[in-house]
């Protein structure tokens, strides 16, 4: 599978966005993340149009935490699109490359002292009320602002989506918003309404991540505005926004077939518009909020082959010099990749390997790989790791974090640094009495 401007060049060489992946890996090192630009931009383009073609009014937002890097939430912003964070670091990162505070909505299930007051004090659009305590704790910061903030609620429908469980955000069970059953979303409604320094905007809800069922989306749409007719009723409530989150599924594997945005954004406008002329509703701005969809396949992680060990009858290993720092998500819940060996990609894949990490765990970065021979020094380019990779890597074993180039039209662009050992133990204080 090749995606976005990934082809492969006469010398049988990987390139993403005109640059040879072989000599992306020469110049920056590895492991590298690289971000293919126009196919990023294509996808925000795509996603809006899907939209804006099929309903008045639309924000799609791209959801931070996805790929938080300043010159990607600056990509975002030329595109129109709006941004969402949940965290006071992804909100400052936002600010740090030039977004309007005004086009930043906040989320967090449990969002610190901190992260209330900088959201007032820069005055971000919309702030996603999670749960029953932060009404107040809001409606004070607002009022010792003497600022009015502008609110959603932030919605458990009760929708099970067909995607790994730890991904699964919108059921009962669940960690984030208030349910409908049970009454707490009405009452952080009704909360909000009557509090002082809080304007109640409309609702939101996220039911999870990788869906490619669209059934779930357009019952949580009938769940939203369904709550939302209820709110009418009891207390004469105007749904100005219906926010319905992310979790549009990507292509992982050859076989995966996502819907298209198309599809998509015709079922999910489809049921807002069906609920809304059910409960005789004027249409809310409809907000949109992805992450995976929008970068997940525009990134290519390439590493560089180390160990080649096979064990007769048995399987070969290969090793790479990178791994769950960089990537956790086979560790976290068993996700799967394809990859391409960027330097032999035009060669018969003849073998079948297991692709490990570099770390103190069993570190499986690709269970079972079809590739051609590989043998060190060959570089490996893990496909669709734009979306909760780097945001995701960490220093286990110490390890620095890669470096991240966006490429475009022949030209690659160092747009996180690699960290240095330096970086490692920058934070690190050894106390006087150990010094000895
Ligand atoms: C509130 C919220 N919105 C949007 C997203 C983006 O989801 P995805 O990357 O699946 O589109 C998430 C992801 O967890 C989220 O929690």
């Excluded at 990023?40 to 939209?51: I, L």
């Excluded at 999870?208 to 207390?235: H, K, N, W, Y």
């Excluded at 926010?243 to 599809?263: H, I, N």
């Amino acid at each position: 599978m090749l995606l976005g401007t990934q082809r492969i060049n006469e010398e049988g060489v990987l390139e993403i966005g005109g640059c040879s992946t072989v000599e992306l890996a020469r110049e920056f090192g590895t492991p590298l993340y690289v971000v293919d630009e126009e196919y990023f931009r294509q996808t925000c383009r795509a996603y809006r149009a899907a939209f804006e073609s099929r309903y008045p009014n639309v924000q799609i937002s791209f959801s931070g935490k996805a790929f938080a890097a300043m010159a990607l939430f600056r990509i975002v912003e030329q595109e129109g699109l709006a941004l969402d964070v949940s965290s006071g670091g992804e909100l400052y990162t936002g600010l740090q490359a030039g977004f309007s505070p005004d086009r930043i909505v906040l989320h967090g299930s449990n969002k610190s002292q901190q992260e209330l007051e900088a959201a007032v004090a820069h005055g971000v659009g919309r702030v996603a009320i999670d749960n029953l305590e932060e009404v107040a704790r809001l409606q004070a910061v607002a009022e010792a602002r003497g600022a009015t903030v502008d609110v959603l609620i932030r919605v458990a429908p009760g929708v099970t989506a067909d995607t790994h469980s730890h991904i699964q955000t919108g059921k009962l069970d669940t960690k984030f918003g208030l349910a409908i059953v049970g009454g707490a979303a009405r009452a952080a409604a009704e909360r909000a309404r009557q509090a002082a320094n809080l304007r109640l905007r409309g609702l939101h809800c996220h039911i999870g991540s990788q869906i490619f069922d669209l059934e779930p989306f357009r019952q949580a749409t009938e769940m939203m505005v369904g709550l939302a007719a209820e709110l009418r009723e009891a207390f004469g409530f105007e749904l100005a926004d219906l926010d319905l989150g992310g979790g549009l599924g990507v292509r992982y594997l050859d076989g995966d077939q996502p819907p298209s945005l198309d599809e998509y954004a015709e079922a999910v406008t489809g049921a807002v518009r069906d609920q809304c002329e059910k409960h005789g509703m004027a249409l809310p701005r409809l907000l949109e909020e992805p992450g995976r969809r929008l970068v997940g396949e525009a990134g290519t992680t390439l590493y560089t082959v180390g160990v080649v060990k096979e064990i007769p009858g048995v399987r070969t290993y290969v090793s790479v010099d990178g791994g769950m720092s960089d990537n956790p998500r086979p560790a976290l819940y068993g996700a799967r990749y394809e990859a391409i060996v960027a330097n032999k990609a035009g060669e018969p894949r003849t073998a079948k390997v297991r692709v490990s990490g570099k770390h103190c765990e069993s570190d499986t970065l690709i269970e079972e790989l079809e590739a051609p021979e590989i043998a060190p020094g060959d570089i490996l380019a893990v496909q669709t790791t734009g979306a909760y990779n780097y945001s995701m890597a960490s220093n286990y074993n110490r390890m620095p974090r890669p470096a991240v180039v966006l490429v475009t039209g022949g030209t690659a662009d160092l747009i996180v640094e690699r960290e240095r050992l330096e970086d490692l133990v920058r934070l690190d204080r050894i106390p006087e009495r150990l010094r000895a």
